[in-house]
């Protein structure tokens, strides 16, 4: 199902070089008038063609690197005179499968968009007009740095691009109040498929609006986005807290998410029952000078333990014994091993860009670079408990050189008239394989990950599992048409009015060129 297979990586010496005559046979780019750049050369090709996941090389055939939306608007007018040119809109490539690839089409820079991309806010209507290439990490900065305020729904990694999170869902721990990233927005500026440039809403041009919003880049290419804003606190209160049980992690995690006095944010993560450094007990502790002690584990513990993950947003001018008083109210009601508990304080900063952290490290010991094969998922609250049983003790016991995230999320806080797909239920889980290689890894290493996921995924469907993909990869129609179920009819009809050539997003495999919708 997850067709993660491994493709041929891009060759260091690789120094084959595409030229502008060679572009297409009817020489279709010729004419393209552009105020910002077109790219032929190879290092930008390779670079296009290389993404986080690292499992495929797909070389397009040129770069565009535009000045902003009327660009965007004139390459996708453009590529419609062809009768095979796609075009594909980037970030910052940490797609996992080549979803913003575009194989001798043509890939759109979307950070290189410069002023475009700038951030203006609005202090009186709390909202910030943000360009679709700009970085969430540069959001978190302007808004809070520059006014005390900050989006209300984040990712756990913000080296993001606001279009592409948005094209997507954009999930962390505050979507459980605020719902994902996609929630969130009041107004895009979009270019969709037909090279028309509009302003969709709620309320204005809705069905592209909501069509675009975890769209896959399907129909449309996000250009601007208006995010709501709320004030930024000063500092949070990170804490991590152990269980044995699942049944007993589930329900506090349920019972945090449902509660209208809750902490700000809300995740949990899987690991093994082991000493491993990266898998097991040393992941947990929040600080250097902070240990996990085992001896505390119940006796009958199992192969795997878990680990809610909360945090208490406060002010500086909030009495410390305030928020102890809340933070104790909080964790009073849940049924943790009472040993097992790592808190700290840090600044709402520093908390949001506390992945920052780890890709320095990551990069530093070369595995930021490496193939990553990972899987997401939304697993149905039905269905969660069997999913334990079957992965995490047993298939997943020894862990995935990474985090394996699980926690639960509120259907109600998802607007139905957007594009992903979700199981049924209030409640399902997030699932998060998010694996990392050795620095230099081999290839039958790489594949015996890719088939672990694919075999989580083919259990989940022999065991009759009702979940989804998140950011969903297939490669035929027929997983396509299952993945959406009775919204696939939906889909398809959005995908005939906003991108009828299918010239949008061909990395996806959704849709191929001119497909007969």
């Known amino acids: 199902m997850l067709a993660c297979l491994i493709e041929r990586f891009v060759a260091e010496n690789d120094t084959e070089s595409i030229t502008q005559p060679e572009i297409t046979d009817d020489g279709v780019l010729k004419d393209l008038d552009i105020e910002g750049s077109i790219d032929y050369g190879t290092n930008a090709t390779v670079l296009a063609a290389k993404d986080f996941g690292g499992m495929y090389a797909v070389k397009p055939l040129a770069v565009i690197r535009p000045a902003g939306a009327d660009d965007v608007a004139r390459v996708i007018r453009q590529a419609l005179h062809s009768p095979t040119l796609t075009v594909a809109a980037r970030g910052n490539g940490h797609s996992i499968n080549g979803q913003a690839m575009a194989h001798n089409g043509l890939v759109i820079d979307m950070k290189s968009m410069g002023d475009n991309n700038r951030i203006d806010v609005n202090v009186t209507s709390m909202y910030a007009d943000v360009g679709g290439g700009a970085l969430w990490a540069d959001v978190l900065k302007r808004c809070v740095l520059g006014y005390g305020l900050a989006p209300k729904s984040w990712t756990d990694y913000l080296d993001l691009t606001v279009g592409g999170t948005l094209s997507n869902a954009g999930v962390s721990g505050q979507a459980f109040r605020y719902g994902p990233q996609t929630s969130t927005v009041t107004e895009l500026e979009v270019v969709t498929g037909n090279g028309e440039r509009t302003v969709c809403s709620n309320s204005q041009n809705s069905e592209l609006f909501f069509s675009v919003l975890g769209g896959l880049g399907q129909f449309g290419i996000i250009t601007r986005a208006r995010v709501l804003l709320q004030p930024a606190p000063d500092m949070v209160r990170w804490i991590r807290v ?29 690991l093994a029952n082991s000493d491993d450094p990266v898998n097991g007990w040393p992941s947990v502790p929040l600080d250097s000078n902070q240990t996990f002690d085992p001896t505390q584990l119940p006796k009958h513990t199992g192969p795997v333990l878990y680990c809610l993950e909360v945090a208490l947003h406060y002010s500086n001018h909030d009495d410390p014994s305030t928020v102890n008083k809340m933070v104790e109210k909080l964790l009073g009601r849940l049924r943790y091993i009472e ?49 334990n049983r079957i992965m995490f003790q047993k298939i997943l016991k020894n862990g995935v050189n990474g985090p394996m995230l699980t926690y639960p999320l509120l259907r109600s806080k998802w607007d139905n008239r957007s594009s992903v ?23 039958s290493e790489i594949k015996q ?24 990869h297939y490669e035929s129609t027929v997983e396509w048409k299952k993945h959406f179920g009775d919204q696939w009819g939906r889909f398809v009809e959005r995908k005939s009015q906003f991108d009828p050539k299918a010239v949008l997003a061909p990395g996806q495999k959704i849709f191929t060129r001119n497909h007969k919708l």
Request: charged share 20%.
């Open 449 to 472: 990950m890719v088939a672990q996921n694919q075999e989580v995924l083919q259990t989940c469907i022999n065991n009759g599992f009702d979940f989804k993909l998140y950011l969903p």
């Open 242 to 270: 152990v269980y044995s049980e699942f049944d007993e992690f589930t329900r506090d995690a349920e019972l945090l998410i449902m509660s209208q006095e809750s902490f700000n944010y809300v995740e949990g993560f899987v």
């Open 339 to 387: 040993h097992l508990r790592f808190e700290i304080d840090l600044s709402y900063m520093n908390f949001l860009l506390r992945v920052k952290h780890v890709e320095q490290a990551a990069r530093a010991s070369g595995i930021w670079d490496t193939p990553h094969p990972w899987l997401n998922m939304f697993v149905s609250k039905r269905d969660i408990a069997a999913f």
């Open 421 to 443: 797909a979700l199981p049924q239920g209030e409640i399902f889980y997030l699932v998060a394989l998010l694996r990392f290689s050795h620095a230099h890894p081999k290839e």
